[in-house]
């Protein structure tokens, strides 16, 4: 069925870096998009969020790009901080869904190595 | 900002009891508030959506007998877990949507992890 997937269940990086975590999704009438991060035994905390008539956002060390030609989303992370160790996940809102239902994605793993 | 928070954070209890956890949001009021549960290593997977004054939706599969939601006030809404069982334990999360603003977020609550013995 349509999914919002993901296509790295791990993504290692060493401090400093940069990180990219992407997000392909296959429903055309996706309008929203968000990124969560869930910390181990706590619940996703909302980071940034994009509207599909957009094809950028920054936030606080946080950009993300929004490809709607190939469906594709993603996440980057300036300056990897140990604190951005978590599982990152893509949730889309469906302009069809009246109640809000956001479809997740699988979720990756970002460890963040000294 | 929008903050929801879950009570309690944690519960263990027999097979055969019910459990209630609470969804609120402190900020905002929310018509609308989601039931997620999570197992390990996975993602969220939605249980229902609960509306304020109304009928919770239930997705395919999820038993509305078991798992009974109340949305009584625009802050709150509840979720028991009724004649639990082992197989129901797992970490179960709520969300309200925040239609305030230009977007329709979800904010979540910190979860709860529920184990029947």
């Known amino acids: 069925g349509e999914s919002v997937g993901l296509h790295l269940p791990t993504l290692s990086v060493q401090e400093g870096d940069n990180s990219i975590i992407n997000c392909a999704y296959s429903?055309?009438?996706?309008?929203?998009f968000i990124w969560y991060k869930q910390e181990s035994g706590k619940g996703p905390q909302f980071i940034i969020d994009?509207?599909?008539?957009?094809d950028k956002r920054q936030g606080q060390r946080v950009t993300v790009l929004l490809n709607k030609t190939v469906k594709h989303l993603s996440l980057q992370i300036a300056a990897t901080q140990p604190g951005d160790s978590a599982v990152y996940f893509c949730?889309?809102?469906?302009?069809?869904?009246?109640?809000?239902?956001?479809?997740f994605g699988a979720g990756t793993q970002v460890v963040v190595t000294p | 900002g929008a903050v929801v928070s879950q009570h309690p954070s944690w519960v263990i209890c027999k097979s055969g009891t019910s459990v209630k956890i609470e969804c609120r949001s402190l900020?905002?009021?929310?018509?609308?508030m989601f039931w997620y549960r999570q197992f390990p290593k996975q993602s969220l997977m939605l249980m229902a959506t609960?509306?304020?004054?109304?009928?919770?939706?239930?997705e395919q599969g999820v038993e509305k007998d078991k798992f009974l939601i109340n949305h009584a006030s625009l802050t709150l809404s509840t979720l028991t877990v009724t004649s639990a069982h082992p197989e129901d334990s797992s970490f179960y999360i709520c969300?309200?949507?925040?239609?305030?603003?230009?977007?329709?977020?979800?904010?979540f609550g910190p979860g709860t992890r529920l184990t029947v013995l």
């Open positions: 429903n055309s009438a996706s309008d929203y």
């Open positions: 969300s309200a949507r925040d239609e305030r603003g230009p977007t329709d977020t979800q904010y």
């Open positions: 994009i509207r599909s008539n957009m």
């Open positions: 609960s509306n304020e004054g109304s009928k919770a939706t239930y």
């Open positions: 949730a889309e809102k469906r302009r069809t869904d009246s109640w809000g239902k956001l479809q």
């Open positions: 900020d905002f009021q929310a018509t609308t």
